[in-house]
């Protein structure tokens, strides 16, 4: 083989490995969020961090190391399972860094961790509030993953290409719209009905203000695209292939995060913590601070189609 038919061959290698690394990484992260965003939202664990010990914290840590290394064992968040005892371990320390780091992000975008925060409450929240994303990320293979009657329909699909193309370009796409908007609703729903009447949302709105809001939305979006068209979670593919009205991965991700803002203002108003006359500025505080939480719950119900 030429030489240069070889080093092209190792850059192709190269780039596939870092590729598929970022996929894997954004996949255990998009667990993460999917199963840790709730506990952002409670109060409690937010003063169990504050409070806790350093012994609590080092118990807390190993405890999780333990259940996230035998999650690990079994599936694990990476593509390619390792099946490995190193592999393992490997896999148990990067899940770990990524819950960590996930849940940092969301503590210092809800001001619960700033530069005037102690570094041992800082430290307790990290922690505590880490667990679930950390299980999250070892858990995130297991997610929505395809079903078997799926799995069936892709492979016929992939023997009659014309059958494929016209289940991913039907000539009535409205429905196809409707339905992402209508799972999109009922899992923004879910996610919002269990925190819109809670301290929380109320709490936060004090909190953030200004540029933490617009970091808010970005997250918000940034999640929820993640979620749905790049954790390579079910039917990602076939879901980039859609054609609906508003359904390439841009505008549906935008669309899905407005359905999300309207189901919390109307959590939000049913359960009374905003009303007609509360000043516009505080309740679209609220909106937002809800919103993200439900936008997540939204991603979910649309992966879950």
Sequence with gaps: ????????????????????????????????????????????VWWIGSSVNPAIMLIT??????????????????????STFRQAIDDTVDAIAIGMLSA???????REVTWDTQLRETLGKIIFEGVPFALGVAL????????????????DDSQN??????????????????????AALVGSLIVAFSIAPTEEVPKLVGAVHGPWLVGMVLVSVVISY????????????????????????????IVA?????????????????????????VAFRHVLILGLPASIGGAAGRLAL
């Design 257 to 281: 995060y407005l359905v999300s803002l309207g189901t919390a203002a109307l959590m939000l108003l049913f359960f009374q913590t905003i009303s007609w006359h509360t000043p516009w500025d």
């Design 140 to 155: 995130s293979s297991q997610f929505l993953r395809p079903s078997a009657q799926r799995t069936a329909v892709d492979d």
């Design 61 to 82: 840590i190993a405890v999780t190391l333990v259940v996230v290394f035998a999650l690990n064992l079994t599936e694990g968040f990476r593509k390619s399972r390792g």
């Design 161 to 182: 290409p014309s059958q494929a193309l016209q289940r991913f370009f039907p000539e009535n796409n409205l429905n196809e719209t409707l339905a992402d908007i209508g």
């Design 104 to 110: 940092t992000l969301m503590l210092v975008l809800l």
């Design 226 to 253: 993640m979620i749905v068209f790049q954790a390579n979670f079910a039917g990602q593919n076939e879901r980039q292939m859609q054609s609906g009205l508003f359904q390439s991965p841009l505008s549906e991700t």
């Design 1 to 44: 083989m030429p030489p240069h038919r070889r080093r092209s061959d190792r850059r192709f290698y190269r780039r596939s490995a870092v590729q598929e690394e970022i996929n894997d990484l954004i996949r255990g992260m998009s667990g993460g969020f999917l199963f840790g965003i709730p506990l952002i939202y409670t109060m409690e």
